[in-house]
């Protein structure tokens, strides 16, 4: 089977981001091309062409790549710096290391395990960590490592301080599958890395707990999911992917859970797979997204 990393070998991801101006497209493509690489695929888009914001996202190969990234990267600092761009370059062979919080729901994580040991995901996951142990003997039938880290009652700093002791400079981001704990500003800060959590509503409708059974009360048509980065604010970060489904009138509550979880599992799976493919660029509490 071929992976997602067997096909990236000696590819690199550039991001680029700033005002936009004239010429921007032909001083990153020369770059590319004078450090012989090849443009496989390349996206761009600006929110004005006076005076607005520029997004570029460009995949290129060049062979011997981890040996020509220095000179690369020294390039793009002399290039792009006079231009007030911001750049970020990546190695498309290296994964980036994932991290799963759950709770007692296990759809959304065994998803991800699942889509991970089938090489559908460019991620190593190092550890999953959980406030129940219900899930315990199924994350170690995948061979990732299983951490017990209970989180009762209002103080969580215990508990935070604990996951924190775990993920810290072991991981490049961190997946909320249905992770129902809310993580404090402090908790985000000493990570240091994005969080991406899926929330069971198509926001910003049904923001907090319990959506389904606000869902069944309001009488929708649709239910949905929603992916985001998290922030200090609940359930109001820049939103990566949605989804809905369409049910009805004679649906319970549990119902719309279940056909909710279908949804939540492929917002959550699509989100994940763009982030760790560099096809995300935050931009305030919005994101642009190349897929």
Known sequence: MTTHL??????????VHGPDRPGIVAAVTALVARNLGNIVTLDQYSDNPVGGEFFQRVVFHRPDL???LPAIA?????????LDLEWRLTDQSVPKR????????????????WRHRRGELPVTIPMVISNHTNT???VRSFGIPFFHVPSQGPDKSAAEAKIVELLKDNVDFVVLARYMQILSDSFLDELGVPVINIHHSFLPAFIGAAPYRKA???????????SHYVTADLDEGPIIEQDVARVTHAMTAADLQARG?????AVLSRAVEWHAEDRVIRHGNHTIVFT
Request: with cysteine; aromatic share 2%.
């Open 6 to 15: 067997d096909a990236r070998r000696d590819h690199a991801c550039l991001i």
């Open 66 to 68: 981890p040996a020509a």
């Open 261 to 265: 979880a279908y949804v939540e599992r």
């Open 136 to 138: 315990a003997e199924d």
């Open 216 to 226: 069944k009360e309001r009488g929708v048509k649709l239910i949905g999911a929603t």
């Open 98 to 113: 994932m991290a799963i919080l759950a709770s007692t729901s296990d759809h959304c994580l065994l998803e991800l395990l």
């Open 74 to 82: 020294a390039d793009l600092d002399e290039t792009l710096g006079p």
